[in-house]
Structure formats: structure tokens, C-alpha cells
T-cell receptor, first 111, second 113 residues
Framework: EAGVTQSPTHLIKTRGQQATLRCSPI?????VYWYQQALGLGLQFLLW???????NRGNFPPRFSGRQFPNYSSELNVNALELEDSALYLC??????????FGPGTRLTVT | QKEVEQDPGPLSVPEGAIVSLNCTYS??????FMWYRQYSRKGPELLMY????GNKEDGRFTAQVDKSSKYISLFIRDSQPSDSATYLC?????????????FGTGTLLAVQP
């Protein structure tokens, strides 16, 4: 069974630009979570989508947004990129369970 | 004060040693306690999770939770070089408005052959 997939693997953007990151959950999973893993800060919760709806968001500014599509895949958008947005962005999926399974991540570099 | 504290290490042990990894937390609402392993440039991999207090064993791994002390541990027996990775504790209250995981910053473990 395929795991969580994320694209692209790496993304390089300039300050002020927009970034779009994509995530496909494990087949049958309806919840998608986004986390940011910045150097020295550990994983920080960004967003939770379930059944197409945003259920909860972490302590991040509104320029971090996303959506979940009818096939349960998800997209994370980061507008007006800042240097401190450089991080590994991880997507996880689950189905009515506390267990969250992570993808390999997208490494975003803002220059 | 962070909700979850974890010693960042690095921790270096010889092959075959018993490894003890620990986290403390401050939020008494946490009910589920997880351990993830993250290899360099990879996503975290769920090792095991425990509900409330108690022990859970899976092969060479044992997780312990002491809710009265707000302290959790992961023990690795007969450690192998392939166990070299960053170990992340995570916890959640689960259910209701949020299922988010709160992570420690991770402990870097190196098992020397």
C-alpha cells in the first residue's frame, strides 16, 4: 500500500513569492495534517483538514492557507514568503484514529 | 515553558546497549503519547503509541507513560546501528476540536558499531 506522498521534494522561492505544496494521503484516509519543521524548532502544527473542511489551525499567520479536495488530497499555500518560512513541510494522514502517518516532506527554501 | 520538553542529545551509545529516551510535558489533557523515528532527510515514522499511563512493548522497543509525573520514556534494547536516527516524542488530547500532535524537539541517537 502506498504511503503519504508529497510534491515537490524541494522548492526554492524568492521572498515575497507564493509557494504551493501538495500532499496525497494514504488510500482510505480522510484527514490530512500539515506541520512545519524548522531548524531547531521541532514540528509545529499548521493545519488539519477532514472531509474537505478545515477543522483546526495552528498559531501561524493567515498567509498560510490550504484546502482539501474531494479525493482527500490537499494543498498548502504560503503567500508573501519570508526568509523564516524556510523549513521542511510535512503532511500526515489518518482515518478516525490518533495515528498520523507522515510523508517525506517538501523542503522549502526562501532566498 | 514549552508544552513538551525533550533532551536534544546527541546521544551516542555502543551497539547492543540499552537506550533510554525521555520527554516531559506540562498539559494534563494529553491522553495519547507517541514515539516517532526520523531518519535524516525523511519524514517521521510512527514507532508506537500508548493511551494514558502504563507500558507497551513492541519487539525491542518499550514505551512507558507516567501521567502523575508527566513523564514518558522509550527504551530500545539491543540497540543496532540502524537505530541511529532522531527520535521524536509527540502527544495529543485527541478528539473534539483538535487532533493535532504536539512534538518534542527530538533526540539525535547514534549507535556505534
Amino acid at each position: 500500500e502506498a504511503g503519504v506522498t508529497q510534491s515537490p521534494t524541494h522548492l526554492i522561492k524568492t521572498r515575497g513569492q507564493q509557494a504551493t505544496l501538495r500532499c496525497s494521503p494514504i488510500s482510505g484516509h480522510t484527514s490530512v495534517y500539515w506541520y512545519q519543521q524548522a531548524l531547531g524548532l521541532g514540528l509545529q502544527f499548521l493545519l488539519w483538514y477532514d472531509e474537505g473542511e478545515e477543522r483546526n489551525r495552528g498559531n501561524f499567520p493567515p498567509r498560510f492557507s490550504g484546502r482539501q479536495f474531494p479525493n482527500y488530497s490537499s494543498e498548502l499555500n504560503v503567500n508573501a514568503l519570508e526568509l523564516e518560512d524556510s523549513a521542511l513541510y510535512l503532511c500526515a494522514s489518518s482515518f478516525q484514529s490518533v495515528e498520523q502517518y507522515f510523508g517525506p516532506g517538501t523542503r522549502l527554501t526562501v532566498t | 515553558q514549552k508544552e513538551v520538553e525533550q533532551d536534544p542529545g546527541p546521544l551516542s551509545v555502543p551497539e547492543g546497549a540499552i537506550v533510554s529516551l525521555n520527554c516531559t510535558y506540562s498539559n494534563s489533557a494529553f491522553q495519547y503519547f507517541m514515539w516517532y523515528r526520523q531518519y535524516s532527510r525523511k519524514g517521521p515514522e510512527l514507532l508506537m503509541y500508548t493511551y494514558s499511563s502504563g507500558n507497551k512493548e513492541d519487539g525491542r522497543f518499550t514505551a512507558q507513560v507516567d501521567k502523575s509525573s508527566k513523564y514518558i520514556s522509550l527504551f530500545i534494547r539491543d540497540s543496532q546501528p540502524s537505530d541511529s536516527a532522531t527520535y521524536l516524542c509527540a502527544m495529543t488530547s485527541y478528539g473534539g476540536a483538535t487532533n493535532k500532535l504536539i512534538f518534542g524537539t527530538g533526540t539525535l541517537l547514534a549507535v556505534q558499531p
